[in-house]
């Protein structure tokens, strides 16, 4: 892979890991306050920057299996270090939400 695509594809798993990350948030805060409707909105839109992150990933992981391997460098660790990160957080969110409905059914 080419160093500027390297780039811009650990750029990807960043960027939209964040979005992620924060989307995730965002539905916690909502299902809290019982908007659940936003809550839904807000995970729906985190699984979509985490189905972008991982075209990212695939970009990246395609060309190691084709035999252009790509020095891995710190900013390569974090950049998958945040992926994953945001999806633990994202599925925790999910659950969560579970729980506030829970709550306020009873």
């Known amino acids: 892979m080419e160093e500027q695509q390297h780039l811009e594809a650990i750029m990807g ?3 939209y890991g964040g979005n992620a990350k924060n989307d995730a948030m965002g539905t916690i805060a909502y ?3 019982g908007n659940f409707e936003l809550a ?3 995970i729906a839109d985190a699984e979509e920057s985490l189905v972008q992150a991982h075209h990212s990933q695939t970009g990246m992981l395609t060309q190691e299996a084709q035999g252009n391997h790509s020095q ?3 900013l390569t660790v974090h950049s998958q270090d945040h992926l994953m990160t945001s999806i633990a957080f994202t599925d925790l969110a999910k659950e969560i939400v579970v729980l506030y409905r829970r709550m306020d059914n009873e």
């Open 72 to 74: 891995v460098t710190l």
């Open 31 to 33: 299902a809290e306050t």
């Open 13 to 15: 798993l960043i960027m």
């Open 40 to 42: 839904d909105q807000k």
